[in-house]
């Protein structure tokens, strides 16, 4: 592809796209532009459309303009994303070809999902990071280096392989329970979400995490808890509400199991948790 952006449109090309080295949590929106969305360690939820689809280490979505979408990562999620303008992509031939072509013909289809082994992943991040080495420099010859690199990342994702798998039952109840475990969420109807019994949820959770969603929840509140009693002077009765729980009483006790101690006593001796 020999194909020169129009000059015109150069001074305007880095108003038409982004890279982002570290995705946010994100309210459900309407797209009006192509995202690309490359997990490279941890795991998050999204909602593409009327889909869930979890990610993990090695999955990147193409998600195309007028979809809505929203997504949810924990602290230890580490994605990447590309925001591509519906104009860019009119004045721009090679990105078009690259993305419409990533699309199966004749499909519908909004939203793709690829996979990139640990090789492809690294040759992805030197891409997005030559990007944003330069990305304060608006100089034509830095913006046609930084439009080349863009390609490269695209060409890259483009020869991936399609991963039709988008459901991952499991993934999306343990990211559920990151998101909403300050909520009254019960084991049940978190099974019933992935389709399954409490029985064989519980089992296929703890062989996949090393912990039973029971226990992974209480963790979660307690750790959370943690956090309230050292960083400010609420109440333990309001903190165990904020924490997802009925009473104080049922609070402190879970507390005390784990840290041989109530959160009353934590408070004032923090270290010895």
């Given at each position: 592809?020999?194909?020169?952006?129009?000059?015109?449109?150069?001074?305007?090309?880095?108003?038409?796209?982004?890279?982002?080295?570290?995705?946010?949590?994100?309210?459900?929106?309407?797209?009006?532009?192509?995202?690309?969305?490359?997990?490279?360690?941890?795991?998050?939820?999204?909602?593409?459309?009327?889909?869930?689809?979890?990610?993990?280490?090695?999955?990147?979505?193409?998600?195309?303009?007028?979809?809505?979408?929203?997504?949810?990562?924990?602290?230890?999620?580490?994605?990447?994303?590309?925001?591509?303008?519906k104009s860019l992509i009119e004045h721009d031939k090679n990105l078009r070809e690259i993305l419409t072509g990533m699309l199966p013909k004749g499909?519908?289809?909004?939203?793709?999902?690829?996979?990139?082994?640990?090789?492809?992943?690294?040759?992805?991040?030197?891409?997005?990071?030559?990007?944003?080495?330069?990305?304060?420099?608006?100089?034509?010859?830095?913006?046609?280096?930084?439009?080349?690199?863009?390609?490269?990342?695209?060409?890259?994702?483009?020869?991936?392989?399609?991963?039709?798998?988008?459901?991952?039952?499991?993934?999306?109840?343990?990211?559920?329970?990151?998101?909403?475990?300050?909520?009254?969420?019960?084991?049940?109807?978190?099974?019933?979400?992935?389709?399954?019994?409490?029985?064989?949820?519980?089992?296929?959770?703890?062989?996949?995490?090393?912990?039973?969603?029971?226990?992974?929840?209480?963790?979660?509140?307690?750790?959370?808890?943690?956090?309230?009693?050292?960083?400010?002077?609420?109440?333990?009765?309001?903190?165990?509400?904020?924490?997802?729980?009925?009473?104080?009483?049922?609070?402190?006790?879970?507390?005390?199991?784990?840290?041989?101690?109530?959160?009353?006593?934590?408070?004032?001796?923090?270290?010895?948790?």
């Open positions: 592809m020999n194909y020169v952006l129009d000059d015109s449109f150069l001074p305007r090309y880095k108003r038409n796209f982004t890279v982002s080295i570290s995705t946010i949590d994100k309210e459900s929106h309407l797209q009006d532009f192509y995202e690309i969305l490359i997990c490279f360690g941890g795991n998050a939820l999204q909602t593409i459309g009327d889909d869930a689809a979890a990610m993990e280490c090695g999955d990147i979505y193409l998600i195309c303009p007028d979809v809505v979408h929203s997504y949810f990562q924990k602290p230890v999620c580490q994605c990447s994303c590309i925001l591509i303008t499909s519908s289809a909004r939203y793709i999902k690829l996979f990139a082994d640990d090789y492809n992943l690294q040759l992805l991040k030197t891409f997005l990071n030559l990007i944003s080495m330069e990305w304060i420099v608006s100089r034509p010859a830095v913006i046609q280096r930084q439009r080349n690199y863009l390609i490269g990342a695209l060409t890259l994702i483009s020869s991936l392989p399609v991963n039709d798998t988008i459901s991952n039952p499991i993934l999306e109840a343990k990211l559920l329970i990151d998101r909403d475990f300050t909520s009254d969420i019960k084991i049940k109807d978190i099974a019933e979400t992935c389709g399954y019994s409490v029985r064989h949820f519980t089992r296929i959770f703890t062989q996949r995490f090393g912990i039973s969603p029971k226990a992974y929840i209480i963790d979660m509140r307690l750790h959370f808890a943690i956090s309230l009693l050292l960083e400010n002077q609420l109440t333990i009765q309001k903190i165990a509400e904020m924490c997802g729980y009925c009473d104080s009483t049922h609070f402190s006790k879970e507390f005390k199991q784990k840290y041989k101690m109530l959160p009353s006593v934590y408070r004032r001796y923090p270290i010895q948790k």
